[in-house]
């Protein structure tokens, strides 16, 4: 404990002596953007207004606008910024309507995923944001969402996820079974943003998932795990077709991230680690970590599957908090790893 105690007692120091020089340093930057946009050099004062962004999260809205107003002189960023989906067929309709509009018309976008994906192509952008909407109001999640991540190549490497139409943000980290998900995780005392985040990366919200090693649906429980988690909360004879079942798997999902969460003092790292790799795995690594804190416990993982698993829960643990919550940025330039 005393080891602790010094360590964080030195970080407090260490950002309080920084303090003087970041506020310096975002001075500089502000008349460096300031200059920059007198002088009609856009790309650059981009470049310079990024990275004062990410370099404090102070007046954010106020700089966010600013970065926002330099990429509109910018074509490739101002076409993000106003990138919009393709408007769908609506009643009235013109005569003799084909199926399709018909469908899109009346909200059976279910009934026309197949003929979405024919219809609207993965490019230019807004064509695949078009896709990806239709398909998710259609609950094609894996398909939508593979449909936006098509688009986000398109997007420059260094665009602020922000700056983002929101449609496209929430397209990316969808909430499919959202209901389901806050009251069984209520019920069960877990964290609903931890297991929204697990679902997307174990299945991209398609209940009908089955892996090779016949881990199934939603949250990918094998029928072992999900036959003792079943007993401890009464759903006796678990079948592996129930495990198909939102209600049932999401259950299941919430008692086992909840159960992991408690075991890991609610360390959201540790828990995503153990949902892939188990429990006996991540005390191990604990215990082999150099020091404390995520970025210590991370390189402590020596399967490079949980390591990256852990990465990816962890982005969109952090993106659903930025688009959906308060918790306000969260770093990073990509939106998706």
């Given amino acids: 404990m005393p080891t602790h105690f010094a360590y964080f007692a030195r970080q407090r120091l260490d950002s309080q002596a920084m303090a003087p020089k970041l506020a310096q340093e975002l001075a500089m930057r502000d008349g460096q953007v300031a200059a920059l946009i007198k002088s009609g050099s856009f790309e650059l004062a981009r470049r310079v207004q990024t990275d004062r962004i990410l370099l404090s999260s102070s ?6 606008k600013r970065l926002a107003h330099i990429c509109r002189q910018l074509p490739p960023y101002r076409a993000v910024l106003e990138l919009k989906p393709h408007e769908f067929p609506r009643f009235p309709l013109v005569a003799n309507p084909d199926r399709f509009s018909l469908l899109l018309a009346m909200s059976l976008f279910d009934e026309a995923t ?14 695949a944001l078009t896709r990806s909407l239709a398909l998710n109001r ?28 929101l449609v496209v943000r929430q397209l990316l980290y969808p909430r499919f079974f959202y209901e389901y998900i806050v009251e069984d995780s209520k019920h069960f005392g877990a964290d609903p943003t931890l297991v929204l985040a697990i679902m997307r990366e174990e299945s991209r919200f398609n209940p009908r998932a089955k892996s090779e090693a016949a881990a199934r649906g939603l949250l990918q429980f094998i029928i072992t795990t999900a036959s003792e988690i079943g007993r401890d909360i009464g759903l006796v004879d678990v079948t592996p077709e129930d495990l198909y079942d939102p209600r049932v798997i999401i259950r299941l999902g919430a008692k086992y991230v909840s159960t992991l969460s408690k075991q890991f003092n609610n360390d959201l790292y540790e828990t995503a680690a153990a949902y892939n790799a188990g429990p006996h795995q991540v005390a191990l690594w604990g215990r082999l970590s150099p020091g404390a804190g995520d970025d210590f416990f991370l390189s402590s993982i020596n399967f490079d599957e949980t390591k990256q698993y852990v990465r990816k829960v962890m982005n969109s643990y952090k993106r659903y908090a930025e688009i959906y919550g308060q918790a306000g940025p969260q770093g990073g330039i990509r939106i998706e790893p």
């Fill in 114 to 127: 197949d003929e979405i994906q024919e219809r609207y192509a993965l490019r230019p952008m807004s064509s």
């Fill in 138 to 165: 259609g609950n094609a999640s894996r398909d939508s969402i593979y449909a936006v991540e098509v688009l986000m190549h398109s997007i420059p490497n260094d665009y602020l996820p922000e700056l983002l139409p």
């Fill in 59 to 64: 007046n954010h809205a106020d700089e966010l």
